[in-house]
């Protein structure tokens, strides 16, 4: 068993409900203990079997075979994820203006190339590994660029998360 920081991507918004009491259900039915969530967009800590990668696969067939959708689950160690907020590359005016997104792999650099095309005003982003840091001007809810075109551009999936997200949930397992 290893803890793990698991973050679902694009759940209770958009329609797509999934209650924090059913994904502890599910985690633990998967041989979690431990378990835990903070705040109902899918962030997730438990002590898991297996591999990291096996787990998250797992929860999202269980996922998708409950609900019929899919969601994609990536997960981290406490201390990936404590190396990835220490490792974020802007000034920090606003925590909740500032991001990291959790990425399923890490991006080629041509894709890297691609996704630097894309305008972003004043919002910044960049790569580091298997994740991407990103620095919303006047935040998340008036960009200037389009995180999902770069997203798709960079050809791996993620889910972001913002500072203050990201310290609580290292906080947790502390």
């Known amino acids: 068993m290893s803890t793990r920081i698991v973050l679902l991507r694009a759940v209770n918004v958009g329609g797509t409900q999934l209650p924090m009491a059913e994904l502890r259900e599910i985690a633990t039915e998967l041989g979690a203990t431990d378990v835990q969530t903070y705040i109902a967009s ?3 800590i438990a ?3 297996g591999t990291g990668a096996d787990f998250d696969r797992a929860l999202e067939k269980a996922i998708e075979k409950r609900h019929g959708w899919f969601r994609d689950v990536i997960s981290r160690t406490p201390a990936q994820v404590r190396k990835a ?3 974020h590359p802007f000034e ?3 925590p909740k203006y500032s991001y990291v997104s959790f990425l399923a792999g890490k991006p080629t650099a041509e894709a890297i190339a691609k996704a630097e095309t894309y ?3 004043d919002d910044q982003w960049k790569v580091i590994g298997t994740e991407m840091h990103i620095r919303y001007a006047n935040g998340a809810g008036r960009p200037e660029m389009k995180a999902d075109s770069i997203g798709r551009a960079l050809k791996v999936p993620g889910t972001a998360r913002n500072l203050n997200t990201v310290k609580k949930l290292i906080e947790l397992v502390s």
Do not use: R, W
Request: no cysteine.
């Open 42 to 44: 899918g962030n997730l």
């Open 47 to 49: 002590d898991v079997p």
């Open 85 to 87: 907020l220490e490792a």
């Open 92 to 94: 920090v005016t606003e």
């Open 119 to 121: 305008a972003t005003g």
